[in-house]
């Protein structure tokens, strides 16, 4: 069956510390999205990829890189230099370029001690 | 600047009882609305796309509503399995794809 697969589901860092968060597609998608996702608020755009090679900020990349290497792959890493990253993290991808729906992950959990 | 607001934040409803969820937008030219619904721990799974004002789509119990203003979700004789966070996302043209989400409302429909 075709989708997004986030890995890991969950992930404990100490402060200081990178990660990187796995997405991987087998949707055939051109696009593809992080976003993250505190209680309480909306899903707020961290970096987002329209082809192999080039990818581009959302609205809050600082803190986070990203790389679009192939297609079917965009990995997220938390540096050491975001300050609050305890969060819920979404990876999407699309269909069509700029039309049609985001097709989401089942999310990362990380959480920083 | 484009923004999304949501509302109730928190929906409690008997099973049965119908009602609906509201998502108001401000954004500098609709390109299209998309309504997901997300369980605890899960990523969001996709409902409808609205494009144009006096568009509506149905699923089921779900029927999704456009104004050039807002957006409906009306619910009707929910059941338990329809608790959940729906989320409402619009998309502006000339923004490169990108999504602005709302914070959410978390319905529970009670048996």
């Known amino acids: 069956d075709g989708g997004i697969t986030q890995s890991p589901k969950y992930l404990f860092r100490k402060e200081g510390q990178n990660v990187t968060l796995s997405c991987e597609q087998n949707l055939n998608h051109d696009a593809m999205y992080w976003y993250r996702q505190d209680p309480g608020q909306g899903l707020r755009l961290i970096y987002y990829?329209?082809?192999?090679?080039?990818?581009q900020k959302g609205d809050i990349a600082e803190g986070y890189s990203v790389s679009r290497e192939k297609k079917e792959s965009f990995p997220l890493t938390v540096t050491s230099a975001q300050k609050n990253p305890t969060a819920f993290y979404l990876c999407?991808?699309?269909?069509?370029?700029?039309?049609?729906?985001?097709?989401f992950g089942e999310g990362s959990r990380l959480t920083v001690l | 600047e484009d923004q999304v607001t949501q509302s109730p934040e928190a929906l409690r409803l008997q099973e049965g009882e119908s009602s609906s969820l509201n998502c108001s937008y401000t954004v500098s030219g609709l390109r299209g609305l998309f309504w997901y619904r997300q369980d605890p721990g899960k990523g969001p799974e996709f409902l409808f796309t609205?494009?144009?004002a006096g568009e509506e789509k149905e699923k089921e119990r779900l029927k999704a509503t456009l104004t050039k203003k807002e957006s409906f979700l009306h619910i009707t004789a929910p059941k338990p399995e329809d608790s959940a966070t729906y989320l409402c996302?619009?998309?502006?043209?000339?923004?490169?794809?990108?999504?602005?989400f709302g914070q959410g409302t978390e319905l529970s429909v009670k048996p």
């Open positions: 609205l494009y144009s």
């Open positions: 996302a619009v998309q502006a043209h000339n923004q490169g794809g990108k999504l602005i």
């Open positions: 999407a991808s699309r269909d069509r370029g700029l039309d049609g729906e985001l097709f």
């Open positions: 990829s329209q082809i192999v090679n080039d990818f």
